[in-house]
């Protein structure tokens, strides 16, 4: 059974994918902004588990299971 979700799915386009550093060495960086796609709140399935990722209104980020 697939846990209900309220949140929206990020879309696949260019728009939403993450932008390549300008090298190739370290890790991957992802905008906020791109990756919480204009919402306040978003549901991150890691290892079958949810996590949400919000952000206040001060524009800190907060990740809670």
């Known amino acids: 059974m697939t846990p209900r979700t309220n949140a929206p799915m990020l879309s696949t386009s260019a728009a939403a994918q993450p932008t390549p550093a300008t090298t190739s060495k370290g890790p991957l960086r ?3 902004a ?3 796609g ?3 709140m978003l549901e ?6 949810i996590y949400r990722l919000q952000t206040t209104r001060f524009g800190k980020l907060i ?3």
Do not use: A, N
């Not at 991150?44 to 588990?49: F, K, S």
């Open 30 to 32: 992802v905008d906020s």
């Open 34 to 36: 791109t990756l919480m």
């Open 38 to 40: 204009g919402q306040r």
């Open 44 to 49: 991150i399935v890691h290892l079958g588990e």
């Open 63 to 65: 990740l809670t299971k």
